[in-house]
């Protein structure tokens, strides 16, 4: 059953935090789920939350994640303060990282998670400021 009217939930993320990686992701992920929103859609919103949130965690000092369902549609966006991205062009291209090696050792920091969240997107626009932190925001039709 898709909501009739909007669902918004939202959750602070703090960078650096691997222990609670993934768990706004998962519990946007769920919500979908109990509202019947089709598998494949889930998917889409739940990759492009994922690799959001991971950017934060990885790059920023803080941020939050939201997600607004309506019934046609889920738009997920993240605004962080961080130090932002000097070059958007570079770091849309897939396999570019600025993630240091400890990172790159625990798995993360590959390079593809703005290409992902693009993919994923049937929207897809990014703001970042140097110095001050980076907005995404994604919509995704069902």
């Not at 706004?24 to 949130?53: D, F, N």
Request: glycine fraction near 10%; include cysteine.
């Amino acid at each position: 059953m898709k909501p009739e009217t909007g669902i918004m939930i939202e959750f602070p993320l703090t960078g650096s935090d691997f222990e609670k990686a993934g768990e706004a992701s998962s519990k946007i992920k769920r919500v979908l789920q109990q509202i019947g929103i089709r598998p494949e859609i889930i998917r889409r919103i739940a990759i492009s939350a994922y690799e959001a949130e991971l950017n934060v965690i990885i790059h920023a000092f803080r941020g939050v994640i939201r997600a607004n369902i309506q019934p046609d549609c889920t738009t997920v966006s993240v605004e962080d303060e961080g130090p932002g991205i000097p070059n958007i062009e570079l770091a849309m291209k897939e396999g570019y990282s600025t993630a240091p090696d400890h990172i790159r050792e625990m798995g993360f920091g590959a390079g593809m998670g703005l290409p992902n969240m693009a993919r994923c997107a049937d929207e897809f626009s990014i703001q970042s400021k140097v110095g001050e932190g980076t907005q995404i925001v994604m919509t995704i039709r069902h």
